[in-house]
Structures are given as C-alpha cells and as structure tokens.
Nanobody, 126 residues
Framework: QVQVAESGGGMVQAGDSLRLSCTTS????????MAWFRQTAGKEREFVVA????????CYADSVKGRFIISRDNAKNALYLQMNSLKPDDTAVYYC???????????????????WGQGTQVTVSS
C-alpha cells in the first residue's frame, strides 16, 4: 500500500503565498505521475495540476495557471505546490494523489488516481 501525506495548509489572506508539501512511499517516485486536487464542501473534487510522462509534462487548471507551481524533489520523494497570489476562491482541502502507471497525457479526473493523502486545509480570507 502506497502512503501519501500532505502538509503545509493554513489560513492566509488574499494575495499571500503558501507552499504545500506531499510525501509518498512510492519506490518509483521519480517517474510517478502526481497530481494535486482540491475540494470544497458539497462539491466534486477539482483538478489543480498534474504531471504526465513521468513529470516531463505538467498541466495546470486554468483557474490556477500563472499562480501555482508544482515541483518535486525526487531524493526526498516529495512533491510541492507553491501557491501565489491566493484568492478566497482557492479555499479548499487540497489533496495529493498518484497513479499506478505513467501516462502520455495529463490525467485530470480524480478517479484516475488510486492513492490519495488525507488532505490539508487551505483557507484564504479576503
């Protein structure tokens, strides 16, 4: 069983930055497809960013493009989400996820990921 854990959430004001971290026990993390999703109460889990081709390709949701940046440290089995210029609409529980297999295109549907963390709350006040 692959373990995934997020951290770094918190309460910030609009315009602030926050960096989320995700660690996983995947032994092949260096080539693993990773993603961040987010969810607010009563809504479907929403795609934020995903990798494809073992991380060579990165796809961002339009709502975060230009503000959020994904990065990874393969030596630490860690994935990061740098979130800048945060808006109240970014308030959500943020989840890190990973797929079993590599993909040529970015997978943006939550049911395409099998391993998930518990989530970390991000709250942005206006």
């Amino acid at each position: 069983q692959v373990q995934v854990a997020e951290s770094g959430g918190g309460m910030v004001q609009a315009g602030d930055s926050l960096r989320l971290s995700c660690t996983t026990s995947r032994r092949t993390f260096g080539s693993a497809e990773m993603a961040w999703f987010r969810q607010t109460a009563g809504k479907e889990r929403e795609f934020v960013v995903a990798t494809a081709r073992g991380g060579e390709k990165i796809c961002y949701a339009d709502s975060v493009k230009g503000r959020f940046i994904i990065s990874r440290d393969n030596a630490k089995n860690a994935l990061y989400l740098q979130m800048n210029s945060l808006k109240p609409d970014d308030t959500a529980v943020y989840y890190c996820a990973t797929r079993v297999s590599r993909s040529v295109v970015c997978k943006t549907m939550s049911d395409e990921y099998i391993y998930w963390g518990q989530g970390t709350q991000v709250t942005v006040s206006s």
